[in-house]
């Protein structure tokens, strides 16, 4: 294996593995000895590579920008395609147009060879029944989710009726033919799945309720597998 190829090897699996890493299982993993391992850490940070280590305990790799790009398989390439242009035409306006953007800034760090397989793709995606346009208020729920910031809406059920509740909003989730939100209701003090559509007079309030979407997040999907009560 060429040294270009083993230190590509070695960025990937610092990515890839939880932090901290150690020397032994990234020897492993790019199946190098320990030395030349510390050699090739070594290199990388000359390179302008930011990795932490200590002894006993591992590495950690601090993002750069003047890191190498991520190098891709075809294979890898043909899921980010795919991907990107199922959430183009899923998602808002915003989100149609990041998911662009996105594609373009990858293809750009690409080598010539892999931008020519990122376009010109064996695999397309088309749906002929188009999920209905999103709903003008998801780019506020999204930003509601990130900023972990309660929202207040009128929603409507299944029999019709109208309430006013105080949500926390804690993930979207895009289902065949409708948006979902998971979310905590503050009315009901327990979680509920909003259908989007359903939602009008969205709007942000002050309210914060960091950090704890993502405990709250995580106690929803385990409720959701332990199913209803018996």
Known sequence: MSRSDRLFRLLDALRR?????????LAEET????????????????????????????YTLTEDPALPPQMFTRLE???????L??????????????AELAQAKIIATLPE?????ALHAVQQTYRFE??????????LIREACWEERALDIRYTDREGGVSARRI???????????????AWCCLRQDFRRFHIGMMAGVAATEESFRPRRVPLLRAFEAQMRRGPAA
């Open 17 to 25: 593995l939880p932090a901290p890493v150690t020397a032994a299982r």
């Open 31 to 58: 199946e190098v000895s320990a030395r030349t391992l510390y050699r090739d850490i070594a290199a990388l940070r000359a390179g302008g590579a930011l990795i932490d280590g200590a002894a006993g305990v591992g």
């Open 77 to 83: 390439v043909e899921a980010l395609v795919l991907g």
């Open 85 to 98: 242009a199922e959430v183009r035409m899923a998602g808002d306006p915003a989100l149609a147009r990041a």
């Open 113 to 117: 060879r892999v931008q020519r397989q």
């Open 130 to 139: 188009r999920r209905a346009a999103a709903p003008p208020h998801l780019s």
């Open 168 to 182: 926390l909003p804690l993930s979207v989730v895009f289902l065949d033919r409708s948006l979902m939100l998971l």
